[in-house]
């Protein structure tokens, strides 16, 4: 960083300088690859003093973007003040100075770059506008995208990580430049997925409603608007289940309830959760709670103690003895 200088070691932690050897062979002269690239990046966050960032003539355009703090910022013509979720685009050769607040922690993120197409980005989409700290709404795609570069480059200076660095960079300025649209395109697919889960709720609430009929993957995705695979496949993103085998758990959910508060027979309730056989349902039944429904009814019941009989002494007759035990309850034929 030939052109700035970092007072109190400044920036120097994560600072990545791109040689002017590498990029005189792998960048210029190359019609693709001098069309936009970087020449330098970095960060740092001060928490204990503060310190200054100053460029007298640096021949590159500089990114400067803040996630946390605040801080003023001079160029000789303006002082403003610089604070988190803003950026700011400096032309080469320009003066500038940053001084950070001290009561405050303050991250600083800045990227150099340079290429035949930046004159073209200045044109037709007005830098200028941004020489003054614009706002971002939405930083963690920045910051995202700004750490793939310096992931990139830190791994050394190869054509393939200077390509991927520099392909990166493209999608880093579209971020800036259209930071409306990007905006909106979160905000929409935000509510795409807020939609979507929306649906999955309620496509379980229609299961809830018709448990005492036989439904399909296919059936209750058109109930949905979606189709069958899709629906499938958000629905077990968001509940691990397929959805028939949710359905079934739900099925048998309801079973368990009834064998447990209400009389009636398994036939009736294997009807009620839509089943006509009801072996079938029994063996379903039985699969996911590993007793059968009367096992399961059975084990509900506390069976009463027996008598404790003393057989030590006695000259009972038959009939004595067998009034000593109380009747079996009458079983139900299922």
């Known amino acids: 960083m030939e052109n700035i200088k970092h007072e109190d070691d400044f920036f120097e932690k994560k600072h990545i300088t791109v040689p002017a050897a590498v990029i005189n062979e792998y960048v210029k002269n190359k019609f693709f690859r001098n069309a936009l690239y970087t020449?330098?990046?970095?960060?740092?966050?001060?928490?204990?003093?503060?310190?200054?960032?100053?460029?007298?003539?640096?021949?590159?355009?500089?990114?400067?973007?803040?996630?946390?703090?605040?801080?003023?910022?001079?160029?000789?013509?303006?002082?403003?003040?610089?604070?988190?979720?803003?950026?700011?685009?400096?032309?080469?050769?320009?003066?500038?100075?940053?001084?950070?607040?001290?009561?405050?922690?303050?991250?600083?993120?800045?990227?150099?770059?340079?290429?035949?197409?930046?004159?073209?980005?200045?044109?037709?989409?007005d830098l200028q506008q941004f020489k003054t700290p614009a706002q971002l709404p939405f930083s963690d795609q920045v910051r995202a995208t700004w750490q793939k570069i310096h992931s990139s480059l830190s791994e050394g200076f190869a054509l393939e990580n200077i390509g991927y660095a520099n392909l990166n960079l493209y999608h880093l300025i579209s971020l800036l430049l259209f930071v409306n649209n990007a905006n909106k395109t979160s905000k929409t697919v935000n509510k795409n997925i807020q939609q979507d889960e929306d649906q999955l709720d309620q496509s379980i609430v229609f299961m809830k409603e018709n448990l005492h009929k036989q439904l399909s993957v296919e059936l209750i995705a058109k109930e949905f608007n979606y189709s069958s695979s899709h629906y499938s496949t958000l629905f077990k993103q968001k509940t691990g289940l397929s959805p028939i085998d949710y359905f079934i758990r739900l099925k048998i959910q309801y079973a368990c309830q009834l064998l447990n508060k209400s009389n009636l027979i398994i036939k009736e309730i294997s009807q009620k959760v839509g089943y006509e056989d009801p072996f079938y349902f029994s063996r379903i039944f039985k699969k996911i709670t590993g007793k059968s429904p009367v096992e399961y009814k059975g084990g509900l019941k506390i069976k009463p103690a027996l008598p404790k009989i003393n057989y030590s002494t006695s000259n009972w007759s038959v009939n004595e003895l067998l009034s000593k035990f109380t009747p079996e309850q009458t079983y139900q034929i299922y």
């Open 39 to 125: 020449t330098e990046i970095g960060s740092q966050t001060t928490t204990t003093a503060s310190y200054q960032l100053k460029q007298n003539s640096c021949p590159d355009y500089v990114l400067l973007y803040c996630t946390a703090g605040k801080g003023q910022c001079e160029t000789g013509t303006e002082v403003f003040s610089f604070e988190a979720n803003q950026f700011l685009f400096l032309s080469p050769q320009q003066f500038f100075r940053f001084q950070a607040d001290p009561k405050n922690t303050c991250s600083i993120y800045w990227l150099h770059f340079n290429g035949q197409m930046v004159d073209e980005l200045k044109t037709n989409y």
